[in-house]
């Protein structure tokens, strides 16, 4: 195949958003260990790629561990297994006020069109989170079952028009449609095309060298950056047709 690195964007992609891998997947993905770099790139924060990925992964060796890379929060954070501990390669953190002044806009924005949910937040959730280099807008908390999430904006009708009115209320950030309830807010230009660029220079490699894999490929989505870097690209409807896609490139591999 000529590639080096296989990217994968993560809800929707790998898994049913917000959920493990399946153990089909994690088998593929141990497989892939031993014969490429895997680089899972998403907004989610560093403790969900552990418990979605790293901790389904049943018998994973250290020499496996040390070809997977965590590309946090659409990239703009990263770590690298070494030494028998996931260690943080680097971080480009929001200040305080950077993060306040997100929540508000999102909060405001989402409050005016009438989409703020807070009424149906399970306990101890939130709908704006935290997630130290980028804010997360998650509709309906963490916590909401993959139906509700679904259903609340397939069309993505109403994040589209949140995201719309937060760039109005603090234009010096970008906000970014992603996952299934979920817009990425942070500073411009930390968006996958940022983060892919840290990949290339962190594990040296071209883009000629990286085959992505997303379900957001379209104009407006949060994998469109890749796209638009001229990086080969598979999309995806969900993670059944990337398990399909994978135990082929594993059999040309055999």
Not at 78 to 91: D, F, I
Request: charged letters at 25%; aromatic letters at 10%; one cysteine or more.
């Amino acid at each position: 195949m000529g590639k080096k690195v296989l990217a994968f964007d993560v809800d929707n992609t790998l898994n049913v958003a917000k959920t493990p891998i399946t153990a089909e997947m994690a088998q593929l993905l141990l497989q892939l260990l031993d014969k490429f770099e895997v680089a899972p790139i998403s907004g989610q924060k560093f403790a969900q790629f552990i418990i979605q990925i790293v901790d389904e992964l049943q018998d994973v060796t250290p020499e496996q561990l040390s070809h997977l890379h965590l590309f946090v929060a659409q990239g703009t954070q990263y770590y690298k297994y070494q030494n028998g501990k996931w260690a943080l390669e680097y971080n480009y953190a929001l200040s305080d006020e950077q993060a306040a002044e997100i929540s508000r806009a999102l909060e405001t924005a989402a409050k005016e069109l009438g989409y703020w949910e807070e009424d149906k937040l399970a306990e101890g959730d939130e709908i704006i989170e935290n997630r130290v280099s980028m804010m997360a807008f998650s509709a309906l908390g963490q916590k909401a079952s993959v139906e509700d999430k679904m259903a609340w904006d397939d069309d993505m009708v109403k994040r589209n028009a949140i995201a719309q009115r937060a760039k109005e209320l603090s234009p010096g950030y970008d906000f970014e449609v992603g996952g299934t309830t979920t817009i990425n807010a942070f500073l411009p230009g930390m968006n996958k095309k940022f983060g892919m660029t840290k990949m290339m220079e962190y594990l040296n490699v071209a883009k000629e060298d990286i085959l992505y894999f997303g379900d957001m490929t379209q104009p407006g989505g949060n994998d469109y950056p890749v796209v638009q870097m001229g990086i080969e690209t598979i999309t995806v409807r969900d993670w059944q047709e990337t398990a399909s896609v994978l135990r082929g490139i594993l059999a040309t591999c055999e």
